[in-house]
């Protein structure tokens, strides 16, 4: 099977797995996990903040930021396809009493003017905007690489405005390493930022968030609060640095796979392919074919994708998933639009 539902399948390496094994461990709730501090401190340094925190999921990074930044009853502007809006349980309502203001982007870059206008006036019936979130790369926009340039217009503008500002930096490292940016550029933008080690990287648990001491304090308050608190962690915090030092630049392979991917696909008639600038490739299939029954006659044939909205396939890119994977995988879809296209003669 090749399964192109997510990077979060990849598994851990032989060489990950004994790095976990031999990892030195203490209570992380008592800040005395020496592996934890280790990553905590790598992860900051790389993304240009003062400190760090490991936690147990992308989700309770952002979250924790979420309610850093905010009291209840503010307002949280992000873009309308942001994941921390159509994929986190509605949290930010129920963990920090927040509303969450979706705007339009493109493709992750919310417009300086668009921004603006969400926030709410300063009059007493009104809610107070305390935050604006970005995300980078945009998982619903096909792992869009967000341009460092139009980031920093728009966080300054948000700044301008009084907003904190944080990244989703789910898979940030996917767009520094394709880019050959140091990641410290676009951490610097914002006040925090939640990084996965369990997507791309290959990590099995976790992620870090990152920003000054003082929200690195709060946020760990939370963290416990949220009850992630963790004990002897470093066994996980070990395959996180494991994967920086050793997983990190063949992201970059990641990105070549998507970007064939996309080219084959973009020869098949029928299918429609949306940019990709890393490991992320959305299609869909036109009305001459219908969804469902390509969906199921591709995994028929030992290939799964996901839907992300209704006709729209995701297929990520990751620790496993080889050249030749992505040319079978295209080779498969070739096969089954022949057979499932209606009304059109197929030409070869
Ligand atoms: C952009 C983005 N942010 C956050 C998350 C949440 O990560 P987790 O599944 O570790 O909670 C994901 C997961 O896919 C994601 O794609």
Redesign the pocket.
């Known amino acids: 099977m090749i399964d192109l539902r997510?990077d979060?399948l990849t598994k851990p390496t032989d060489a990950m797995r004994r790095a976990m094994a031999f990892a030195p461990v203490g209570d992380d709730v008592y800040s005395e996990d020496p592996t934890v501090l280790e990553l905590q401190e790598r992860v900051a340094g790389l993304l240009g903040h003062e400190a760090g925190l490991f936690v147990p999921?992308?989700?309770?990074g952002?979250q924790i930021c979420i309610k850093v930044h905010t009291q209840p009853g503010n307002e949280v502007i992000c873009d309308d396809e942001a994941?921390i809006f159509h994929?986190e349980t509605a949290a930010p309502s129920v963990l920090s009493g927040v509303q969450l203001v979706p705007v339009p982007s493109n493709r992750g870059l919310m417009h300086p003017d668009m921004l603006a206008q969400a926030v709410r006036p300063d009059i007493y019936y009104n809610a107070r905007t305390a935050l604006y979130c970005a995300?980078n790369s945009h998982?619903r926009h096909g792992g869009a690489s967000v341009s460092l340039e139009g980031l920093k217009h728009v966080t300054s503008h948000a700044r301008g405005l009084g907003l904190g500002v944080h990244l989703?930096g789910?898979?940030l490292f996917n767009v520094t390493a394709t880019e050959g940016v140091a990641p410290a550029e676009y951490g610097k933008l914002f006040d925090t930022v939640s990084l996965?080690l369990?997507?791309g990287l290959g990590a099995p648990v976790g992620?870090v968030i990152v920003g000054s001491r003082d929200h690195i304090e709060a946020a760990r308050h939370y963290r416990k609060m949220f009850g992630g608190g963790m004990r002897q962690v470093g066994i996980l915090a070990a395959a996180g640095l494991y994967a920086l030092e050793h997983q990190y630049e063949r992201l970059l392979e990641d990105s070549a796979n998507a970007t064939l991917f996309a080219q084959l696909l973009h020869d098949i008639e029928g299918i429609d392919v949306e940019p990709t600038d890393t490991n992320i490739v959305v299609f869909r299939t036109d009305h001459t074919i219908p969804y469902e029954e390509f969906e199921s006659s591709c995994a028929g044939e030992g290939l799964r994708f996901a839907l992300i909205k209704p006709g729209y396939a995701r297929a990520v890119m990751y620790l496993g998933i080889s050249r030749d994977d992505v040319i079978r995988a295209s080779e498969i879809i070739y096969s089954v639009v022949r057979r499932v296209r209606r009304d059109v003669e197929v030409t070869p």
């Open positions: 997510s979060t999921s992308g989700v309770m952002n994941h994929y995300e998982n989703d789910a898979r996965c369990s997507k992620s």
